[in-house]
């Protein structure tokens, strides 16, 4: 399966995007799924999961009430729906399984929110 990021951008603090993810096939179905990101000099970190079926999701506590995780499984898309963005929120967002699949990385998408 491949994995396609795409929604990244410049915003400023208090703003919104929406991170797109699309699965080449339908075993992305199969998958609980999530959202990574990668900040400068940290290391990648979960900041969102959902179960496969879509009815349950788990947040980092620096994005909870912030960013919502969903899917759409007929589509093979997950979505991050990121609202009241803080300048601790750049970084770069990837997709992938949970827990993450090494040769499922892409090239993820560079958020980046300006104070």
């Known amino acids: 399966m491949q994995l396609v990021e795409s929604g990244g951008g410049l915003v400023q603090a208090g703003g919104s995007l929406r991170l797109s993810c699309a699965a080449s096939?339908?075993?992305?179905?199969?998958?609980?799924m999530g959202w990574y990101r990668q900040a400068p000099g940290k290391q990648r970190d979960l900041v969102a999961a959902?179960?496969?079926?879509?009815?349950?999701?788990n947040y980092a506590d620096s994005v909870k009430g912030r960013f919502t995780i969903f899917r759409e499984n007929a589509k093979n898309m997950m979505y991050l729906q990121m609202n009241s963005l803080r300048p601790e929120d750049t970084a770069v967002y990837y997709c992938?399984?949970?827990?993450?699949?090494?040769?499922?990385w892409g090239q993820g998408t560079q958020v980046t929110v300006s104070s």
């Open positions: 959902i179960s496969t079926g879509g009815g349950t999701t």
């Open positions: 096939d339908s075993s992305f179905r199969l998958n609980h």
């Open positions: 992938n399984t949970v827990p993450g699949r090494t040769n499922y």
